[in-house]
């Protein structure tokens, strides 16, 4: 049987923290927050959907950033949302060129990994 899809990406938040996930999530990177189904709220954590993108904050003890994993988000205009990540503290890192997208990484409040990715049409600056 062959995987068909991706429900949803889920990251792991320490206890507590949740206002900061959403000002994160919701706030900065604007992905709606949904509630939690009433039998996981009680276990802390919180929820982002838009769409096809679902991305679910679980509280894990002791918490421990995912570092090198990371979801990679597509966005339609990667300056201004650099520009909005930025201006709330949270810095952004150029890598390597990647055929047909501008990219780059940030940390989330917790440390955890994200790669935002904009398709670009034609070759990627700087890239030889």
């Not at 000002?23 to 927050?33: D, K, N, S, V």
């Not at 201006?87 to 409040?109: I, S």
Request: with cysteine; proline share 10%; net charge negative.
């Amino acid at each position: 049987m062959p995987v068909l899809g991706l429900d949803h990406v889920q990251l792991a938040m320490p206890v507590g923290e949740e206002a900061r996930a959403v000002a994160f999530y919701a706030g900065i990177l604007g992905i709606p927050e949904v509630p939690k189904p009433r039998h996981l709220a009680a276990r802390g954590g919180c929820w982002f959907e838009s769409g096809h993108l679902k991305i679910h904050l679980g509280v894990e003890t002791p918490f421990r950033p995912a570092g090198k994993a990371h979801p990679a988000f597509i966005v339609d205009d990667l300056a201004p949302l650099i520009a909005r990540l930025e201006a709330g503290g949270y810095p952004c890192l150029e890598d390597q060129p990647l055929d047909g997208y501008h990219r780059c990484y940030v940390h989330d409040p917790f440390g955890n990994r994200i790669e935002l990715m904009q398709k670009s049409y034609g070759p990627v600056a700087g890239a030889s």
